[in-house]
DNA sequence: AACTTTGTTTAATACATATTAAACGTATTA
DNA sequence: TAATACGTTTAATATGTATTAAACAAAGTT
């Protein structure tokens, strides 16, 4: 085997792994393949080069790399004297951590926490109205301890994704930078 | 409307939004439906209590919560004198979290590191062998950098996991209480 | 042991989503 | 303005996953 086949194939790995992994992300394999071509690739790259390398139709690579773009992990390029669209990979993993939550998990809480507390408005009309049945209060009222413990847990949720949005959580968890030169270390 | 309308549409709002926000544990709608189910009911269920509130087929309700049980998101409840298995919700949203992040995310984490360190040793070697061609040690240097960062990167991901099962992460993101007693609350 | 009850697996079907070819709109070039 | 190049949308198809009925296995009851 030469040391091509060798790359090649060390580049295999890494794409089957990862391909499958970013379903974690919400998408599939193939749109995690487009991500680890681009991820690879040395140069921005065309909708025509993926669709050629990885033997898809045009429309699907627009889709694909659109979905990429919304989860920011992969951004538009320019090149003087090139017409058609260019793409490269946000290279930062965890801005791509980061950025997922502050789009996915963030739509979610904020969508939870408007539900939850229109509900326990309602709840409470209920429980302090006294036409209430008896059935009825008693079941309104373990609802409400029930969604008052999710809101406070929405509340939490938001202020660990405020920590990533302003990367104070690298304060908590500290990055281990692994080839450290001497001026980034800290002094005597 | 008399009030046990009422509180079944109260009921209805929250089961569809978060039946549908549980995309995000990469669960399906009607698997969040039997969450919700389970969630607002008083009593632990059975197979054939869910089928029948929920009009699905009972092969479907015991895939449906193997599922939420490998997410940690319900339990096996006993009752004396009952045969039929009964499932209750672990009802500890911050519990849910952290159980998905150490199953799921652990597991993308251990893999993704394991094919990436393994990436790197054949990588290296490609790189120390005099007889690699120039083009492709180019690349190889190149691909290490990037692995080497993703390496670094999945180091910290472990370390986020760790301090959400330690429950360390509760020293930086506090849970706010909301209804604190007076004995909760710290000494003057 | 024979008969029930309960839960799971299997194989078939229904449904949803990914993918594509072709039509379309827009910008660029001549 | 006509002609070309490019990306997106649309409508149809392919593929995969969710769901179910029926067969099966395991445990409980008589």
């Known amino acids: 085997m030469d040391d091509m086949e060798i790359l090649e194939q060390a580049r295999a790995r890494i794409i089957e792994t990862k391909s499958n992994n970013m379903s974690l992300y ?26 050629e390398e990885l033997g898809m139709s045009k429309a699907s690579m627009s889709l694909a ?28 993993p965890y801005q791509r951590f980061f950025d997922y939550f502050s789009t996915k998990w963030r739509l979610a809480a904020t969508t939870n926490t408007k539900a939850t507390e229109k509900t326990i ?14 059935e009825v209060l008693e079941q ?17 949720l938001n202020r660990l994704i405020d920590s990533m949005e302003t990367k104070e959580i690298l304060d908590f968890i500290p990055i281990r930078r692994e080839n450290q030169t001497d001026k980034d270390k800290p002094g005597i």
Do not use: H
Request: aromatic share 10%; proline share 4%.
């Open 121 to 134: 408005t309602e709840l409470q009309e209920l429980i302090t109205n006294p036409d209430t049945s008896d």
């Open 65 to 92: 790399v659109r979905t990429l773009l919304e989860l920011n992990m992969v951004e538009k390029a320019w090149r003087k004297g090139v017409r058609k669209d260019l793409y490269v990979v946000n290279d930062d």
């Open 140 to 156: 309104a009222k373990l609802d409400m301890e029930k969604l008052e413990n999710w809101r406070e847990y929405y509340d939490w």
């Open 26 to 51: 919400g998408v599939t394999p193939s749109i995690g393949r487009l991500y680890c071509l681009l991820f690879f690739s040395d140069k921005p790259l065309t909708l025509d080069e993926m669709k």
